[in-house]
């Protein structure tokens, strides 16, 4: 099931010209989405969703679940540096397009992907617009 839901995002991306797509899961809010796409049920997490491959970047707290509940590529972050690790996967990878869901990026975490050099590009109900999320899930 996880299959045809990545398939629907990577059909977005396109859709969308997005060099991948971020999804912040915090120990407040987000928790489903991350859930419905990657399968993992913890706390927190970020999601890096490309074309290519789909990682899930968390830290040792979760390490061990999201091997266990998720086909992801596991990416440990250390400490809780989140968006140091995240700003060296998207060098690396080249990302100079990013989705975020708007309605759950701060205004901080908008400023820190900008200092990375990557166009942020805010949505709202990508997901079931695309029909990757149901509304009754």
């Known amino acids: ?3 045809v839901r990545i398939e629907k995002v990577k059909t977005m991306l396109n859709m969308e010209n ?6 912040i899961n915090t120990e407040s809010f987000n928790r489903a989405t991350t859930w419905y796409l990657s399968g993992f049920t913890g706390s927190t997490a970020m999601l890096l969703l490309c074309p290519s491959e789909q990682f899930i970047l968390t830290d040792s707290r979760y390490f061990i679940q999201s091997r266990e509940e998720s086909p992801f590529t596991l990416k440990k972050v250390a400490g809780r540096d989140y968006m140091g690790l995240l700003e060296k996967m998207l060098k690396r990878r080249g990302i100079k397009r990013l989705g975020v869901e708007s ?3 701060t205004l901080e975490q908008y400023k820190q992907l900008k200092s990375f050099g990557v166009e942020v590009v ?3 109900d990508i997901f079931w617009k695309c029909g990757a999320l149901k509304k009754t899930e």
């Open 1 to 3: 099931m996880l299959d």
């Open 18 to 23: 997005l060099d991948g797509f971020l999804v």
């Open 103 to 105: 309605d759950k990026l």
């Open 122 to 124: 805010g949505t709202t």
